[in-house]
């Protein structure tokens, strides 16, 4: 009876294994950056786009209250 459950179990979590892979191709690594390019160009290339998006943020004009009720 317990080898029984051990392999229902089993194919169970199997099933579970295979549905989390979402499809890609086996040769797919997922990698995202493209071939030849060295860690460090990418991440002054990641840097320079948080700098970027960080001039889009507006400067706070008040003190912000988290215990204040309404306006």
Known sequence: MRLVLIAAAAVMLSGQVHAQG???P???TGASQPQGEDRQKRM??????ARAAMKNVPDSKEKYDPWKIGK
């Not at 002054?44 to 786009?49: D, G, P, S, Y």
């Open 22 to 24: 979402r499809g890609r």
């Open 26 to 28: 086996s040769g797919d």
């Open 44 to 49: 002054a290339r990641e840097e320079a786009a």
